[in-house]
C-alpha cells in the first residue's frame, strides 16, 4: 500500500522560492513515476513536473518550464519539487502522485492512483 507525505508548502512573495518533498513507503518496484500536480481554484487539475525514478527523465508543464525542478533522493525514497520564480498564479495546493506502471502521459492527473495529501503554495 503506497502512501506520500508531502511538506513544505507556505506563503510566498511573488518571485520568492519554495521546495516541495513527498516521501513515498509501501512500494518495492524500482521504477516508478512521480508527479506533482496542482488544482488551483475554479481550475482543473495540472500536472507541473513529473519524474521516472528509474531513469530519472522529467517532463515539464509549459506554465513551469525553466522555473520549476523535480528530482529525486532514492536512498531516502524522496521526491522534491523546487519552485523558483514564483507567481501569484502558481497559488494552489500542491499533490505528489505516484504510479508504478508506464505511463502514457506523465502530466495526466487521471494516469496516477496514488495521491498525497496536498499542502498549499501561496504566492502574493
Known amino acids: 500500500h503506497v502512501q506520500l507525505v508531502e511538506s513544505g508548502g507556505g506563503s510566498v512573495k511573488a518571485g520568492g522560492s519554495v521546495r516541495l518533498s513527498c516521501v513515498a513507503s509501501?512500494?518495492?518496484?524500482?521504477?516508478?513515476?512521480v508527479a506533482w500536480i496542482r488544482q488551483a481554484a475554479g481550475k482543473g487539475r495540472e500536472g507541473v513536473a513529473s519524474?521516472?525514478?528509474?531513469?530519472?527523465?522529467?517532463c515539464y508543464a509549459d506554465s513551469v518550464k525553466g522555473r520549476f525542478a523535480i528530482w529525486q533522493d532514492s536512498a531516502d525514497y524522496t521526491g522534491y519539487l523546487q519552485m523558483n520564480n514564483l507567481k501569484p498564479e502558481d497559488t494552489a495546493p500542491y499533490y505528489c502522485?505516484?504510479?508504478?506502471?508506464?505511463?502514457?502521459?506523465?502530466?495526466?492527473?487521471?494516469?496516477?492512483?496514488?495521491w498525497g495529501q496536498g499542502t498549499q503554495v501561496t504566492v502574493s
Open positions: 502522485a505516484f504510479q508504478v506502471n508506464y505511463l502514457t502521459d506523465p502530466l495526466s492527473a487521471n494516469e496516477y492512483a496514488f
Open positions: 509501501g512500494f518495492t518496484e524500482s521504477g516508478n513515476y
Open positions: 519524474i521516472y525514478t528509474g531513469t530519472d527523465r522529467t
